[in-house]
């Protein structure tokens, strides 16, 4: 081939600049330029050099040879874009929507090169006779520092460098004089920056208990032989384990990674927070010690490179880390596990707005890899494709013995309120916190307030204010207005109930600090432990407030969602759930999902142990299916009836959605351009029949105005996420059109498919 043109990815993120520029390769770098080099190009005004990545090589020109710039040089110091991190980055932009150098930025690991760390030490070549007439002839010529540095010598024979410069305050001119007498050898070893950091707690008994040997159950083994049978007969594709809590999945984990390790292949975990690293570090370290490695955002640079290098390498095989350890360099990849994977933080906040699961399954097929996914409480995503066949589908249905899921009753806190009591705990949850607090025995209280966003209900009969034309809560605005955030319905705060007639109608208010002083009020004997994100600011104080609360240094541990996920406290025989619906009512078609999904993850803290675990569900609305379900410990009834609701309205899983954000500093010109693009979508999707586009907006977001930028959303709905798309495209041109010519002022678009968030 010849090399003589590439088209180069120029290193602005800048919509107007999203495009490849083609520049001529001058023969000195034709041996050093491949696809993916980083390389520096001279690039718009005065020509500044300007880093890039090579796209694509090739020999023609597409324009007039003459007119186009060369190559400067590589950059020696960038780390390059493999080939498949293009593809991966085109594959990306095309899907999300972004533009191409952030959809590069994204999959690339690291950027730049980081020097290796070097291990010196000082090692003594001289026999004992030598090495003590040579002590003898420095002590008669009065050089202490050389006598010094012989005798620990001659004691140990070979000590590290910092410790003779550090602790023995020997200066290293001292060693080199040594060395030329030939009395010594300075030895230098590179070594990789190791973040696992395990060494201390190797006596950890959590350790111990996970470096026993465990016996699969029947459907443990189900699943992973059925896994790696499906892999060696070349089979690929996606496996959903739908595993009740503490069933087991993550022993199903381990043992298809030791499969994949035996077949020579490597392994990618996926935690849905960082916070959790340590302790699924700790088991797989068990079982696979140096061979795994995590990778995060907390490593440092010269950390995640070395991870990189390692990868690369095959010097470990597992790597743990949150969803940017996707894009972890392995050359033999086997396959990509998720666990929890209903998780919101599998999806990127920031353009490009990825899904980790997607991007795993195209990941995996550019690798030949597997994707294995894991939940309790899986998404509706997952399993809607698990029953219609995407997915192959294998369940855990029961713990090991004597570890039962536990009793749930739901209370109806209408019915209290109605019986005089104002407190915040219902008279059972009183008596069983009492209880336990007799016995010695701990309690978790729940406070479910994920994503609460001012949604107003009535205390009487749980009644809630809601859109007429949207089944969403309206929200509670400044000045006591209700707005909708999806199609700008507004309408007057109301004094009394639309049902009931009730005066307590009134927007929600509690915090985890007025809960905390209602249970040192009522119960000022126990010791109590508040977990938030006010509590947690640093990593230390979460891992201190677990361990002590794990350690029984507490009763009760009280807190928000973050105590949820995934923690194993034997001890725990209650779980109180304070305020079941207040995520049902936000402005989300995906409220009763995460609802359900909170309180089963939440129910599935007690009981863990020996002794049985109660749980106790209070509630405005004992009625709604995501909490009838919830105290059934019901995934498949929850199921059914929300993806009924879904395939009605047209959310996804049953058809995909696409939310469109554009945002100005002035509102008039976010409007108009939202209008715009809501008229082009109505236009190029079809007007009416079965295959149109649904357009819906525009609105303003629900939060309309952020840092003095104003917000506007558009959602467009389609059965074919291909549609969605090309709709993108479409959008995505016409903003170009725009630019080209000149009609453009300070808005700018973003693209989420299948939201995750209300905007
Ligand atoms: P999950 O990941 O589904 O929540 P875990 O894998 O954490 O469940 O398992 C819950 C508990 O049950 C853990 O303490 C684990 O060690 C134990 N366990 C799981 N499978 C087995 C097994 N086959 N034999 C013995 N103990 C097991
Ligand atoms: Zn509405
Ligand atoms: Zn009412």
Not at 450 to 464: E, I
Request: contains cysteine; aromatic residues 8%.
């Amino acid at each position: 081939m010849e090399r003589k043109y590439a088209d180069i990815i120029i290193d602005i993120s800048h919509e107007k600049l999203d495009k490849t520029f083609q520049y001529v390769i001058p023969e000195r770098l034709w041996e050093k330029v491949e696809v993916g080099t980083c390389v520096l190009a001279p690039f718009g005004k005065g020509n500044r050099l300007r880093k890039g990545y090579v796209a694509r090589i090739g020999g023609q020109a597409a324009y007039a040879p003459e007119k186009l710039k060369e190559i400067a040089d590589v950059e020696r110091n960038a780390i390059s874009a493999e080939e498949r991190y293009i593809a991966l980055a085109a594959w990306m932009k095309e899907q999300y929507g972004s533009t191409l150098i952030a959809a590069l930025k994204t999959v690339l690991p690291i950027k730049q090169k980081v020097r290796k760390l070097e291990r010196k030490s000082c090692k003594l070549l001289l026999d004992a006779g030598e090495a003590e007439e040579l002590l003898r002839s420095c002590e008669g010529k009065r050089q202490t520092a050389k006598t010094r540095l012989l005798k620990e010598l001659i004691q140990a024979r070979e000590l590290p460098m910092p410790w003779i410069t550090g602790k023995l305050h020997i200066s290293s001119q001292t060693v080199k004089s040594l060395e030329g007498q030939g009395a010594v050898e300075v030895l230098s070893e590179s070594s990789y920056r190791n973040p696992v950091k395990i060494a201390d707690n190797a006596t950890d008994a959590r350790m111990e208990a996970y470096k026993k040997e465990k016996c699969l159950n029947e459907e443990q083994r189900a699943a992973a032989d059925g896994i790696l049978a499906d892999f060696d007969a070349g089979r690929r594709g996606t496996c959903l384990i739908h595993g009740i809590t503490g069933s087991g999945k993550t022993e199903v984990y381990l043992e298809i990674i030791e499969g994949m390790i035996k077949r020579g292949k490597q392994a990618i975990v996926l935690i849905p927070e960082i916070a959790l690293t340590y302790q699924t570090l700790l088991r797989f370290y068990a079982r696979f010690g140096d061979r795994v490695s995590v990778m995060n955002s907390t490593l440092s640079q010269g950390e995640k490179y070395d991870q990189c290098e390692r990868a690369k390498k095959g010097e470990i095989d597992v790597v743990i880390g949150p969803r940017s350890a996707l894009f972890t360099p392995f050359s033999r990849l086997g396959v990509i596990i998720i666990d929890e994977e209903h998780e919101g933080t599998y999806k990127s906040e920031s353009m490009p707005k990825y899904h980790a699961r997607e991007t795993a399954e195209k990941i995996a097929s550019m690798q030949d890899a597997a994707v294995v996914l894991g939940s309790a409480t899986p998404s509706l995503e997952a399993y809607y494709r698990a029953k219609t066949g995407k997915y192959k589908l294998y369940e855990l249905k029961q713990r090991q013995p004597g570890r039962e899921l536990p009793s749930v009753c739901t209370v109806d806190l209408r019915e209290e309120l109605r019986q005089g009591n104002r407190s915040i705990f219902s008279r059972k949850l009183r008596g069983l916190l009492e209880e336990r607090l007799e016995k010695g025995e701990q309690s978790i209280l729940f406070l479910n307030r994920r994503g609460y966003a001012g949604f107003v209900s009535c205390r009487s009969c749980g009644y809630v204010m809601k859109c007429p034309h949207c089944d969403v809560s309206l929200s509670e605005h400044a000045g006591g207005k209700l707005v909708c955030h999806y199609c700008g319905y507004t309408r007057p705060g109301v004094s009394g109930c639309p049902a009931c007639g009730s005066k307590y109608i009134l927007g929600f208010r509690a915090g985890t600090q007025q809960i905390e002083e209602a249970v040192r009020k009522e119960f000022p004997k126990a010791r109590v432990l508040r977990m938030d994100a006010d509590s947690t600011r640093t990593k230390d104080s979460y891992e201190g407030i677990l361990n002590s609360f794990a350690n029984g240094e507490a009763d009760i541990l009280l807190g928000t969602q973050m105590i949820v996920k995934g923690h194993d406290f034997p001890d725990v025989t209650l779980v109180g759930i304070l305020a079941a619906d207040l995520s049902l009512h936000v402005n989300d078609y995906r409220a009763g999902e995460r609802t359900f999904q909170l309180l089963t993850q939440a129910a599935g803290r007690a009981g863990r142990g020996k002794k049985p675990g109660e749980v106790v569900i209070q509630t405005y609305d004992p009625g709604h299916y995501s909490i009838v379900h919830a105290a059934n410990q019901d995934y498949s009834g929850f199921y059914e009836e929300e993806i009924m609701y879904r395939e009605m309205l047209s959310y996804p899983p049953a058809a995909h959605m696409l939310a469109i954000l554009a945002a100005s500093p002035v509102e008039e010109e976010g409007m108009r351009l939202a209008e715009k693009i809501g008229e082009l979508l109505k236009e190029s999707g079809g007007s009416d029949g079965k295959d149109a586009l649904r357009v819906i907006g525009p609105a303003a977001a629900s939060v309309g105005k952020i840092q003095d930028i104003y917000r506007f959303m558009i959602y467009v709905k389609h059965a074919d996420g291909g549609k969605l798309i090309e709709a993108k495209n479409a959008v995505e041109a016409f903003l170009e059109e725009r630019q080209e010519k000149g009609e453009a002022g300070k808005e700018t678009v973003q693209f989420d498919f299948d939201p995750l968030r209300s905007y």
